[in-house]
């Protein structure tokens, strides 16, 4: 038996988004099980099975260091931050007597 | 609704009836079949065939759900009109995915007998019937095409198929005023005469077997019951029997 992942598709712009996985002896197996376990509910209108051992990927520790490296941010907040500063700053010598 | 003939409803009876115990033997599987996802998507086969039953006796006394039930389930024995094929209790799993593939490979056959049927509600429930059979046939094709693949597994099936085939044939007998159901347009054909269409697919799917030699169990135009058929009701009545008035 071969581990498939299972992907559905609701109708209209949704995106395939992954609903679990099943086993099956072959790829015709894995479809038709799909069908039956994921779809029977109109559950999503267009399915992909992949084959387990075709995704390629790498384990956790090849991605994670850069969860750490803020200066890979640009979400501009700290930027945002700087300059709010400056302006308060600018503000209260201004109004000052 | 359709005035339905004496004969008319004879042969609806016994698909409906064919088709109720292929639903309720299937399902019977759910939660012991060998694998988790071979256990829904036979339940929800099962489910199906419950359906068409339930669309067949529709045709004979109308939508309420209470004279479906009554005629589903509060017949006598000799009263039903299924064929041994169903009747039979299967505890081999090989046994009952061969049931289903000859079982679902005749259903087609039989199915196409309404396309033109003089019955309007019938042709309609043709094309309903086929959008689902389809993905059974799709399945049975599917898992005998990869067990037969297995060297053991494929002993396993031919064996299967050897104890089955005399219960199939036994798919085409046929109720006793059938013909007058021909003349009247309900059907276009005897189901019998679908036999050698199906002999040869099931030559096509397992290899060429020896017909001469496979021996059919009595024929009584569906009037005889197989051993297993009393349990088997009083296992479909179970919850009903507790409170018949009850409702869900």
């Known amino acids: 038996m071969t581990i498939y992942e299972v992907f559905l598709k609701k109708d209209g712009r949704d995106e395939f988004r992954h609903a679990g996985a099943l086993d099956a002896a072959d790829d015709e197996l894995a479809i038709i099980a799909a069908r039956e376990c994921y779809v029977r509910r109109g559950e999503g209108d267009r399915v992909w099975v992949v084959a387990r051992n075709a995704i390629v990927t790498e384990d956790r520790s090849f991605f994670a260091p850069n969860h750490d490296k803020p200066h890979r941010h640009h979400s501009g907040e700290a930027v945002a931050a700087r300059r709010r500063e400056i302006r308060e700053q600018q503000a209260a010598e201004g109004d000052a007597p | ?248």
Request: aromatic fraction near 8%; proline fraction near 4%; charged fraction near 25%.
């Open chain 2, 1 to 248: 609704m359709t005035q339905i003939s004496p004969a008319a409803r004879s042969v609806i009876l016994a698909f409906a009836d064919d088709e109720h115990l292929m639903g309720q033997q299937h399902t019977e599987w759910i939660g012991v079949a060998p694998f988790l996802e071979e256990d829904l998507a036979f339940a929800s086969i099962g489910q199906d065939e419950l359906g068409h039953a339930a669309l067949l006796l529709e045709v004979l006394v109308g939508p309420a759900d209470a004279d479906i039930d009554a005629l589903a389930f509060y017949r006598e024995p000799d009263e039903w009109r299924s064929c041994p094929l169903v009747e039979a209790n299967l505890p081999d799993w090989g046994d009952t995915l061969v049931r289903h593939w000859l079982y679902d490979h005749a259903e087609q056959l039989r199915w196409e007998l309404f396309v033109d049927s003089s019955i309007p509600q019938l042709a309609d429930l043709v094309v309903r019937a086929e959008s689902e059979e389809r993905f059974h046939r799709r399945h049975a094709d599917a898992m005998v095409e990869a067990l037969l693949r297995v060297d053991d597994a494929r002993q396993r099936l031919e064996a299967s198929l050897a104890r089955m085939l005399p219960l199939a044939m036994s798919m085409f007998d046929v109720v006793a005023d059938e013909a007058d159901a021909i003349a009247e347009g309900v059907i276009s054909d005897s189901f019998a005469s679908c036999l050698a269409t199906w002999q040869d697919r099931v030559d096509a799917r397992f290899g060429d077997q020896d017909w001469a030699a496979t021996g059919a169990i009595p024929m009584t135009a569906r009037t005889g019951r197989h051993g297993d058929f009393a349990a088997l009701l009083s296992r479909i009545r179970e919850v009903l029997d507790l409170d018949r008035s009850a409702v869900w």
